[in-house]
Structures are given as C-alpha cells and as structure tokens.
C-alpha cells in the first residue's frame, strides 16, 4: 500500500523559510515521480514542484522558481524514503494546505497522480 505522510508546515512571517517533508513509502522509488501541490480555498489546486525519480528531472511552478527547492533522502532498504520541499522567501500568497503525490509516471502527469498524502497547513503572514 503505497502511503505519503507530510510534515513540516507550520506559521512563518513573510520572507521566511519552511522545511516540508514527505515520508513515502509502499511503492519502488527509482520508478516513479513525486511532486507537490498546494491548495487555497476558492483557489485552483496548484502544481507546485515534481521531483522524477526516472531520469532525475525536476519541475516547478513559475510562481515558486529560485524559491523552492525539491530534494530527496533515499532509504538503503527503500522502504522509506523522504521528499523535501525546502521554501524560501515565502510570501503571504503561499499560505495554502501543501499535499505530497506520486505516481508510477512522470512529472508530465502530476495533475493525475493518484497518490496524495493528507496535506500540511502552510500560513505565512504579512
């Protein structure tokens, strides 16, 4: 059973930095691909950032580029592995619940991965 269980949101002030991590496990990690998404109230469901365990490519959205960065701990015994998501220079714009999602596919189909974790609450205030 594949299971993605995020942590690290929190409450920041504007211009700071926050950590998430998701901890993903149930599936082989060198054949798949890991992104993020973030949802607001009212708002569309956003693409954040997309991490391909395949080939290594990365994706991010214009409205996170020089200011995320997506990264990975790799387990020895690949039963655990970990995604970052590493957020700089937040702005209050960012506040939204973040959801780490993976699919045995590339980052062309983050909006159709079927794999979501619950979601952390990020808010970073003005």
């Known amino acids: 059973e594949v299971q993605l269980v995020e942590s690290g949101g929190g409450l920041v002030q504007a211009g700071g930095s926050l950590r998430l991590s998701c901890a993903a496990s149930g599936f082989t990690w060198h054949e798949n691909s890991i992104g993020w998404f973030r949802q607001t109230p009212g708002k569309e469901r956003e693409g954040v950032s997309c991490?391909?365990?395949?080939?290594?490519?990365?994706?991010?959205?214009?409205s996170v580029k020089g200011r995320f960065t997506i990264s990975s701990a790799n387990a020895e015994n690949n039963a655990e592995n970990t995604v970052f998501l590493q957020m700089n220079s937040l702005e209050p714009e960012d506040t939204a619940v973040y959801y780490c999602?993976?699919?045995?596919?590339?980052?062309?189909?983050?909006?159709?991965?079927?794999?979501w974790g619950q979601g952390t609450q990020v808010t970073v205030s003005s």
């Open positions: 999602t993976a699919d045995y596919s590339d980052c062309g189909d983050l909006q159709a991965f079927r794999f």
């Open positions: 991490l391909n365990m395949i080939d290594g490519s990365i994706y991010y959205a214009d």
